[in-house]
């Protein structure tokens, strides 16, 4: 139901008048931008994102772009420095310590940003060349205490097989009708992992990002949250690379649920203190959002089990710990919820034309069945091994492989 | 800024009229309820739903599946928690005002000169009579008219929009999808809508929007076939015993479709001024012409004839075009439609097809004589004073059990118990209540040496109307 409310709010949301202005702002009103790429072993890539920065739309003079290296990894920036690229881009080598994470390397590039404001980009990252404009007349237009705009993301290599379709109609879904949705119930966005522009000053006095946390970024949203900053979306896409492999993409989605787990473990420490300071709404949309997404991950497999055994069998075994009520309710979302859920994905792809993604979207079930794996699999890691980071590696797509040898 | 502020008052005023709209069409439609109450009236429908929601939430046991899985759901669901309240008698009254309420609601946000539309409009709509009893008879139409006519302000804004408008197509599909669980026949609007959404160069859109289009209205079909299936063992339960209470007059007994039709565009002359206007928009004038083509689709296929109310929905969907009319002229002309409309159908209300409604029109004029469900009252008011529990069968007595109000002391047919005492009731009732042999009823049938007093297991202990109430001779609990 919470998800259906906030699709309808999503959808009802249109282009915003204030980002259309963009272009409208002069060269000379710019401020410095500092743009943040932690790279690691993505020697592959490097050529692709120094071409993705070059083709922003923003006075060079004012760019101040810094891809982290991390030590050990010689290769990416032997790579970065054959291509000779201009002098408004710097390189950073972050020093070998742990944990050795993306937040790490993005704490350790924030203390040397210049920009009045600061983003970050993953290297396989195609942000749409008026971004930064678009970001800045957003802040301008924005209410004091906005921390962040959040772009959207979404896929290049949307048609290459089934994850990369399901992961595009998924990610529409998230950045078109959820997030937007969010914004107008005023309850903390989860940000994204890359595209998500700053006030510098303000990250900084929020302490940057929490190099434990394997995902930064949502747990960024919430600490925003709690020292009563805003995060707002923006009307641009950052086009990314689906992961495209199973293994990959398990792994990939294991980081980000074992990261989820891990901000509402940080954060529900004290229950009452966040309620004080997030509001009732907000709390309530944290637990949904925050909390509720690893639970139901792994709750499904066991409610499918038990209903494939009844199904099959009709045993009345399972009566007494199922009062009516409870099947009533069993009985809603597994008609409505399910359906309903199937239905949102069908129209998320409708904002961005990709009709031919729609008749996919009658197979999300099996999609959800590899978030359970994933999510079992990160309940594992969250005990035996918390803070190790599953990279997932980039420049595998068919279509990024096709570019480059074109190229 | 100026500018600014005049639109922040504009909508100011107009949520001040919405609000203002709202209630009084709400206290209106329920205060025309309530007062056919008094004066006798119940709506059979009001009164099968307000029993069964008796069933599912007081029955024993208390459970969903009391609803009897033949009608579809959510009107019964809508009476759960009155009935659990006890406040049954007044929740069909007060589901159809708040329809009838938000429906206006609906029809005055897409009229284009909000102001004066509002002002003339509105009273106009209220008091048509066949909105009247739509909205105050405590059946389920209210409640279908209002998601049709939602339905059919947002289908009409994506068509508006060539397509761009993706809230309102997902919104109106979703919409059409759920007025399923409330009248079968919402399926029927598929039919001809989908023409609306193939003429398109873009194939694979074509197919995005049938999808979409269609899903929810799937999902929900197959979701009540399901469950169909989980509690009776038969997924097309519903189609098998749909129709077995009739409420609506069916084709063989009563005059023609078109009949009720013609009667329909003579109170609802608007419908005839907007058509003339939305001619010339194919995709429109598919959506406009829909409700016909589903009155016509579901008489032929359900061999059920829609009641003169559901031509209300033309009268909705005339004024939704009103913003399609091309001129000033177009839409007084519209205005004094709706007032003729509304004139003719007090001086012709006892033409209407379906005598219920005919009945309410007639009560609220004060020329109806015959109090409807008199008999059923009686009875159950003499049923209160029995101590002991009754075995009866409600399928088509459903009437007593509503005005009772204690279904904990009866035994019926949707109990297990009513099945294994059905030859014997004494052993599990103290009392029996059996109708005229030639009424339908499973007691009967099952023995037909009670109702006339040859069982001598039976005592007769009174007669009211068409039934006979026997105790159980031998049963002294």
Redesign the interface.
Known sequence: MFKLVLSLLGAKTRKREKEAGAHQIRDSELPDYTILIPVYKEARVIPHLIESIRRIDYPKSKLDVKILFEEDDIETLVAAKELKPEGFFEFIVVPHSFPKTKPKACNWGLQFARGKYITIYDAEDRPEPDQLKKAISTFRNSPPNTVCVQARLNYYNKYENFLTRMFTLEYSYWFDYILPGLELLGVPIPLGGTSNHFVTERLKEIGGWDPFNVTEDADLGVRAARLGYTVRTLDSTTYEEATSRLKNWINQRTRWIKGYMQTYAVHMRNPFRLIREIGLKSFIGFQLFIGGTPFVFLVNPVLWILYIVWLLTQTRVLEPIFPPWVLYFSLLNLLIGNSMIVFMNMIAVWRRKLYRLTPWALLSPFYWILHSIAAWNAQIQLVSNPFYWEKTPHGISRIFTARKQTT | MEYQGYLQQESKQRKTVHILVFFSTFFFYFYMGMLAHEKGFWGAEEVYLGEKALLAVRGEPA??ENIGLTYPPFPFMLRFLPASLGLHPYAGVFFSSISGALTILVLISSLKRSRISTLIITPVIIVNPLFIYTFSSGGSAGLFLLLLSLFTFYFKRFIESKGED??A???S??ILGFSFLIRYEAVFFLIPLIFTLIKDK?R??V??KL??FT??SL??ST?WT??NW?YKGDPFHFIHTFGLISFETTLKEQKSLFYSLALAIILFPSYLVSLYHVARQQNLLILFLSPLAVALTSTLLLDNMVSTSYFCLLGSVSLIFESNLGSNASRYLLVLAMIAGALIGYTLSDRTTWGEERDFIKTLIGTQKEERFKEEKELANYLKSLQGKIFFDDTYDYAVVFFHGDPKSFVLPYQMEFGFYLKAPFFIARYVVVPHPKYRNMINENNPLIFPEKDPNWELVEKIGKWKIFAARYRKD
Do not use: A, H, K, Q
């Open positions: 459970r969903f993706s809230f197509f997902f919104i599909s979703l873009n694979w859109r197919v995005s999808l979409i899903f929810p999902f929900l979701g399901y469950i989980l």
